[in-house]
């Protein structure tokens, strides 16, 4: 059980670094969370922490700890999740709404998993220094979806290779996904928000 133990001190050290002021968008404040540290509720405090991390500013090292714990409780999905909060708050966050074309608009025929691992292209209006349009790579996030099927839409957040190729979209902006030739799926962009440290 040394492993689970792990979980618990990481899940604890987090809770540490957060203000006591700090409180989730359902109310759940960090006096809750020391609560259900102390009946060993651990994916609700998990689940909890993830919540407060998403309205409260946090430090890499607090989703450091959140993805270590998530990943000996093998919460894979709350692992990756973490994971790529950790690495917006060093490379700022590029938030959009993102609607995939249908397979007969030559989009793609089937669901792909929202969990970050789909690494599309983007037209997000660069171009080569010859004037060729230049595509980026951005790893793909899907908000409150477990997948995002053909013709479907959902927020997204995108983790680019290149993040300050991005630091030029503002809100409004419309960007374009590309899996293959044609466009895959279009964006327009809701947050730009820069890195923390």
Request: a negative charge.
């Amino acid at each position: 059980m040394q492993g689970m133990d792990d979980a618990f001190t990481l899940l604890r050290q987090a809770v540490d670094l957060l203000p006591e002021d700090a409180v989730a968008e359902n109310g759940r404040t960090v006096g809750d969370v020391r609560e259900d540290v102390r009946r060993q509720e651990w994916e609700m405090v998990l689940g909890v922490l993830e919540e407060i991390g998403d309205v409260h500013p946090v430090s890499v090292d607090f989703w450091e700890l959140l993805a270590e714990a998530a990943r000996q409780m093998m919460l894979e999905r709350s692992r990756r999740w973490c994971q790529w909060r950790g690495w917006e708050v060093q490379h700022g966050t590029v938030r959009a709404t993102l609607s995939l074309m249908d397979p007969h608009e030559g989009g793609r025929r089937t669901a792909f998993s929202g969990d970050g691992r789909l690494r599309p292209m983007w037209d997000i209006g660069n171009r080569t220094t010859d004037g060729e349009r230049e595509l980026s790579i951005a790893r793909l996030w899907v908000e409150y979806e477990q997948q995002l099927g053909p013709g479907e839409t959902a927020d997204v957040r995108l983790a680019p290779l290149r993040p300050e190729q991005w630091r030029h979209l503002k809100p409004g902006d419309v960007i374009f996904m590309h899996e293959a030739q044609p466009v895959a799926g279009i964006a327009e962009i809701i947050e730009v928000l820069p890195p923390r440290v």
